[in-house]
């Protein structure tokens, strides 16, 4: 069984050895980068050693972030931001607390993110803001899933991290056909390479099974994709610029997202 305790050896090992990579190479993006990691790494380490309850506080800080960059890349109006947020915060919190309302507390949240532009009688953009909110209540909400996993979800995380690296620098390198029109600098030959270090990851960590295995090597490249719609759809690069090195959290939440779609489909 995969523990916190049992993980933390493996990640301390990695950023040092990620740190030694970069300061040889003495690229100032992959500095900041590797910062950034140093201090969230750390970070979400720790919470995960407290159990459910640091559990709940990272996935729902989390996702009071992401909703807040989410709305700004479709320009929610502030009040459909913050009903996106109660009703996000309420599904992962319901995952901790009332893991048997968690479809209850889902269910509420569509009703309260539609009721606002509803309300408010906007005729002219209460389709996109209605639309948009619930593709992020559902998309976000998947952050809940953390809950059961436990000390399996920081290994998933490290394994789609991997996963993207690797398919980065593989497909610069590699080249060859092009992954998708949503994201042309995508490769097919490095989204392979980044699934055979993703799984190899996971094998590490011994969190390996099929699942985990088909969450990161298909989940995560599409929730990639998935992240790459919506800021093509708002003609934005990043989805937020307060992240070293990385755009905004979504940028590097994105692959885990996906991955724990296709973990909750197949469980």
Known sequence: ?????????????????????????????????????????????????????????????????????????????????????????????????????????????????????????????GLRRATGALFGLAWLSLLAALLPLGADALALFVAVSVADITAYFAGRRLGGPRLSPLSPAKRWSGTLAGAAAGVGALALLGAADWRTALAVAAGGPAG????????????????????????GLLDRVDSLLGALAVLLVLN
């Open 1 to 125: 069984m995969t523990t916190v305790a049992s993980l933390a050896p493996w990640l301390g090992g990695a950023l040092a050895l990620a740190g030694a990579g970069v300061a040889a190479s003495r690229r100032r993006e992959l500095m900041v980068r590797w910062c950034a990691w140093a201090v969230g790494v750390p970070a979400v380490t720790g919470a995960f050693w407290l159990g459910p309850p640091g559990v709940a506080a990272v996935a729902t800080a989390a996702a009071l972030i992401a909703v807040h960059e989410f709305g700004g890349l479709l320009n929610l109006p502030r009040v459909d931001r913050a009903v996106l947020s109660a009703a996000v915060a309420a599904v992962i919190l319901s995952a901790w607390l009332a893991p048997g309302e968690t479809l209850r507390a889902a269910a509420a949240g569509a009703l309260a993110v539609v009721a606002v532009p509803l309300l408010s009688g906007d005729a002219d953009q």
């Open 224 to 247: 990639d994709l998935v992240e790459s719609m919506v800021k093509r759809g708002a003609h934005q690069k990043d989805a937020g610029r307060w992240l070293p090195g990385s755009g």
